[in-house]
């Protein structure tokens, strides 16, 4: 895999094909671990997505592109009241299998965290599927702490799954 055709940075309105694509494939691939269902997701108006990835103070996604084409997303999302605003929620993270293990998802997430402290978040929340050590592990190593579980997080059919609550303090 080429690294040197990695480029990370915020998505425009002009990623918003691309990104609905990614996040339906995304879906498609780890149902238990993103909402919206499939359904949900391929049924949202163009406009919505342009809003999802919109940046502005409050949210940011971000993308991984290698050669023009969106291999990874995330999202960084915080409230706008004063009293919630140093926290942030990490969303939507998703790299495409074949550069899963390959240094990427890492990098997008450091992207992440970096913007999060330039922009004065001090800690960053999110949730993780309890039956992917991958990601948890990946977060680990990036210092996100577990501070709680979610039972029943997740009802896919008649199956639950439990979600992990991780947060990374940024002012420590």
Same mark, same amino acid.
């Given at each position: 895999m080429d690294h040197a055709q990695i480029i990370i940075k915020p998505?425009?309105?002009n990623d918003a094909g691309a990104f609905k694509a990614l996040r339906l494939k995304a879906i498609l691939d780890s149902p238990a671990a993103l909402w919206p269902t499939y359904e949900e997701e391929a049924g949202l108006a163009p406009e919505a997505v342009v809003d999802r990835i919109r940046h502005n103070k409050h949210q940011i996604v971000f993308g991984v592109f290698n050669n023009h084409a969106l291999i990874g997303i995330a999202g960084l999302r915080r409230e706008p009241l004063a009293q919630v605003a140093h926290k942030a929620m990490l969303w939507g993270v998703f790299v495409e299998a074949e550069w899963r293990g390959s240094g990427v998802a890492r990098k997008l997430l450091e992207t992440v965290v970096a913007h999060a402290r330039e922009t004065k978040v001090l800690q960053i929340h999110l949730c993780v599927h309890t039956e992917n050590p991958r990601a948890q592990g990946l977060y680990q190593l990036? =210092?996100?702490?577990? %501070? =709680?579980?979610?039972?029943?997080?997740?009802?896919? =059919?008649?199956?639950? %799954?439990?979600e992990q609550r991780m947060v990374l303090r940024l002012d420590d």
């Open positions: 998505l425009t309105s990036l =210092g996100f702490e577990v %501070y =709680g579980l979610e039972p029943r997080a997740i009802r896919i =059919g008649n199956r639950f %799954y439990d």
